[in-house]
């Protein structure tokens, strides 16, 4: 029955989330990597009719990317002339002009803008809103040192990454002042990178015309690369862009520019200023909070459903034993205290203790803690109030839990959990089966306070669903703390020592639960009392029944 029931464990475990993951819509666009978030910006779908922001660098056009990434570019004409890096000297070149850019172009000039200190990515990808494969541009200022690197981007590790020698970038320079990180480069359109000749894409990477949309993916970080960077959508998103646009006189996104919303100073990384008074978050700080509920939020959720809810389940499927243990320290303690082996207290132990059943009868007479006057708090009921106790707890811990992402999880800006809600396929399924464990459970405690009578003939159907109905909340919670753990790992950090801890304590709670049932079934079958079946008939001891007929 034992190997059975573990057997059962298992297989859910293997079958539930492949149910859940078939039954996500398989035509949404989702991220193949563990790293993107994607939003679709307000960008014209006619391409001929398209309009972007004018350019502080001098590019024909920019666009904000992210909630904190610009992008500028050009189509052909003269490379970056200013006598900053990255920018043209004059006026911004197409601010007046009223008609389109040049769609044979042969090359087009990047600028990515971000108001981090650490590193800038820029990657082109053959399919919208996927992170590999990627041709990537990523640059960055360590101390003295400065770069501007393509890579071909095929795996979710600094490991994946190799240089991709098929791109060729000229004039490429990133530069950090009092308000960004500005990266320039200038690619051939007739180049393809190696992600597309993996991908056996007949599209180039930087389509031109009407109609045509390059799908780019930015992320930006406030450390020096290969770390991971923000999670936050405002230095991470996915967008399809028409580079053949035309300059608007007024900006046609949300205006924002480094300099004009906020700007962290280059060495200090944190501390705001905002040139209309107003009070601007600390990306970095903000972050750095949101990991620290992230934490609080695994901690919380590993004890409520591997310790606590293990704990309150043992204590029901074993409480027989724990009846005959506590009822046997009752015995040791009062035989201690006592040197009169006639007294009433000692006589009800032996008479007790003598005709304790070994199947189905019920003893003659009852336990100590039945028979002696204590409280029914103790002997038959004690494993109630274990049970009780573990579950209730388990309860507010999981709502605290529930409650953490949507209320913690803010991008710096108020917007909540969603600054960090990914279309990664583990995201999905964590949500999913984090909302679904949530609204069971609270199922799970209507159904545990309407219980029917011991007597009653419903009583064994219910004693099945509740039975069965807590085992498959904690297969699927186990689960689910395995995806939560991936996804710390992503957001939080990628240290292989701190995520090997969150696996092992999780994993030390699993196997040790599993063993401590072996050994207590192991303990219930050398007493020759067997598995409790859970009514009267079974083979419950006369305390047990009488708990059962007061509270159980």
Same mark, same amino acid.
């Given at each position: 029955?034992?190997?059975?029931?573990?057997?059962?464990?298992?297989?859910?475990?293997?079958?539930?989330?492949?149910?859940? #993951?078939?039954?996500? =819509?398989? #035509?949404?666009? %989702?991220?193949?990597?563990?790293?993107?978030?994607?939003?679709? #910006?307000? /960008?014209?779908?006619?391409?001929?009719?398209?309009?972007?922001?004018?350019?502080?660098?001098?590019?024909?056009?920019?666009?904000?990317? !992210?909630?904190?990434?610009?992008?500028?570019?050009?189509?052909?004409?003269?490379?970056?002339?200013?006598?900053?890096? !990255?920018? *043209?000297?004059?006026?911004?070149?197409?601010?007046?002009?009223?008609?389109?850019?040049?769609?044979?172009?042969?090359?087009?000039h990047f600028a990515v803008q971000s108001e981090l200190y650490g590193y800038i990515a820029m990657s082109f990808t053959a399919?919208?809103?996927?992170?590999?494969?990627? =041709?990537?541009?990523?640059?960055?200022?360590?101390?003295?040192?400065?770069?501007?690197?393509?890579?071909?981007?095929?795996?979710?590790?600094?490991?994946? +990454?190799?240089?991709?020698?098929?791109?060729?970038?000229?004039?490429?320079? /990133?530069?950090?002042?009092?308000?960004?990180?500005?990266?320039?480069?200038?690619?051939?359109?007739?180049?393809?990178?190696?992600?597309?000749?993996?991908?056996?894409?007949?599209?180039?990477?930087?389509?031109?015309?009407?109609?045509?949309?390059?799908?780019? @993916?930015?992320?930006?970080?406030?450390?020096?690369?290969?770390?991971?960077?923000?999670?936050?959508?405002?230095?991470?998103?996915?967008?399809?862009?028409?580079?053949?646009?035309?300059?608007?006189?007024?900006?046609?996104?949300?205006?924002?520019?480094?300099?004009?919303?906020?700007?962290?100073?280059?060495?200090?990384?944190?501390?705001?200023?905002? @040139?209309?008074?107003?009070?601007?978050?600390?990306?970095?700080?903000?972050?750095?909070?949101?990991?620290?509920? +992230?934490?609080?939020?695994?901690?919380?959720?590993?004890?409520?459903?591997?310790?606590? +809810?293990?704990?309150?389940?043992?204590?029901?499927?074993? #409480?027989?034993? /724990?009846?005959?243990?506590?009822?046997?320290?009752?015995?040791?303690?009062?035989?201690?205290?006592?040197?009169?082996?006639?007294?009433?207290?000692?006589?009800?132990?032996?008479?007790?203790?003598?005709?304790?059943?070994?199947?189905?009868?019920?003893?003659?007479?009852?336990?100590?803690?039945?028979?002696?006057?204590?409280?029914?708090?103790?002997?038959?009921?004690?494993?109630?109030?274990?049970?009780?106790?573990?579950?209730? $707890?388990?309860?507010?811990?999981?709502?605290?839990?529930?409650?953490?992402?949507?209320?913690?999880?803010?991008?710096?800006?108020?917007?909540?959990?969603?600054?960090?809600?990914?279309? +990664?396929?583990?995201?999905?399924?964590?949500?999913?089966?984090?909302?679904?464990?949530?609204?069971?459970?609270?199922?799970?405690?209507?159904?545990?306070?309407?219980?029917?009578?011991? @007597?009653?003939?419903?009583?064994?159907?219910? %004693?099945?669903?509740?039975?069965?109905?807590?085992?498959?909340?904690?297969?699927?919670?186990?689960? @689910?703390?395995?995806?939560?753990?991936?996804?710390?790992?992503?957001?939080?950090?990628?240290?292989?020592?701190?995520?090997?801890?969150?696996?092992? $304590?999780?994993?030390?709670?699993?196997?040790?639960?599993?063993?401590? =049932?072996?050994?207590?079934? *192991?303990?219930?079958?050398?007493?020759?009392?067997?598995?409790?079946?859970?009514?009267?008939?079974?083979?419950?001891?006369?305390?047990?029944?009488?708990?059962?007929?007061?509270?159980?």
């Amino acid at each position: 029955m034992i190997i059975r029931s573990y057997l059962g464990f298992a297989l859910l475990c293997i079958v539930f989330p492949a149910i859940v #993951k078939a039954s996500l =819509d398989s #035509k949404t666009r %989702l991220s193949s990597g563990r790293h993107l978030v994607h939003e679709v #910006k307000d /960008i014209p779908k006619d391409a001929s009719d398209s309009k972007c922001a004018p350019s502080t660098l001098g590019y024909d056009c920019s666009w904000l990317v !992210c909630d904190r990434i610009r992008l500028h570019w050009s189509l052909g004409g003269s490379p970056p002339n200013g006598s900053e890096p !990255c920018t *043209y000297s004059g006026s911004p070149r197409n601010v007046s002009n009223s008609g389109s850019q040049n769609v044979s172009a042969s090359e087009v000039h990047f600028a990515v803008q971000s108001e981090l200190y650490g590193y800038i990515a820029m990657s082109f990808t053959a399919q919208y809103g996927v992170m590999i494969p990627a =041709d990537a541009v990523i640059g960055q200022v360590s101390g003295d040192v400065a770069s501007v690197t393509p890579y071909f981007v095929e795996g979710y590790h600094k490991s994946d +990454m190799y240089l991709d020698k098929t791109i060729h970038l000229t004039y490429s320079a /990133i530069v950090s002042n009092a308000t960004s990180t500005n990266m320039c480069f200038t690619r051939s359109v007739a180049e393809t990178g190696q992600a597309f000749l993996t991908a056996k894409m007949a599209s180039p990477n930087i389509p031109l015309g009407p109609g045509k949309y390059a799908l780019l @993916n930015f992320a930006a970080g406030y450390t020096s690369f290969p770390s991971t960077h923000s999670m936050s959508k405002m230095y991470l998103c996915s967008i399809a862009l028409p580079l053949v646009a035309v300059a608007s006189a007024e900006p046609a996104d949300r205006g924002w520019i480094p300099g004009h919303g906020s700007s962290y100073g280059k060495h200090s990384g944190s501390g705001s200023s905002s @040139n209309s008074g107003s009070t601007i978050v600390d990306p970095v700080a903000a972050e750095n909070e949101v990991h620290e509920y +992230m934490t609080m939020h695994g901690l919380v959720m590993i004890v409520a459903w591997l310790f606590l +809810m293990p704990l309150g389940t043992l204590a029901a499927r074993h #409480k027989s034993l /724990i009846t005959r243990w506590f009822d046997s320290v009752i015995s040791v303690s009062s035989g201690s205290s006592s040197s009169d082996s006639s007294s009433p207290l000692i006589t009800s132990i032996s008479s007790s203790s003598a005709s304790f059943p070994s199947s189905g009868s019920l003893p003659s007479s009852l336990p100590l803690a039945a028979s002696s006057g204590l409280p029914p708090v103790v002997g038959g009921s004690l494993w109630f109030l274990i049970h009780r106790l573990a579950q209730g $707890l388990a309860v507010v811990f999981v709502l605290i839990g529930f409650v953490i992402p949507f209320t913690c999880f803010d991008d710096g800006e108020g917007r909540g959990e969603r600054g960090y809600k990914s279309h +990664m396929l583990a995201s999905r399924l964590h949500s999913v089966f984090g909302i679904s464990l949530t609204v069971l459970l609270g199922v799970h405690l209507i159904k545990a306070l309407a219980r029917p009578k011991p @007597n009653a003939s419903r009583r064994p159907l219910w %004693l099945l669903l509740h039975r069965w109905t807590g085992r498959v909340m904690i297969a699927v919670a186990a689960v @689910n703390v395995g995806l939560g753990v991936s996804l710390w790992r992503t957001h939080v950090s990628d240290d292989s020592y701190l995520s090997g801890l969150w696996i092992a $304590l999780a994993a030390l709670m699993v196997v040790g639960f599993i063993l401590f =049932d072996a050994f207590l079934s *192991y303990v219930q079958r050398q007493e020759g009392q067997g598995a409790i079946k859970g009514d009267v008939s079974s083979g419950l001891t006369a305390a047990a029944a009488a708990a059962a007929a007061q509270g159980g």
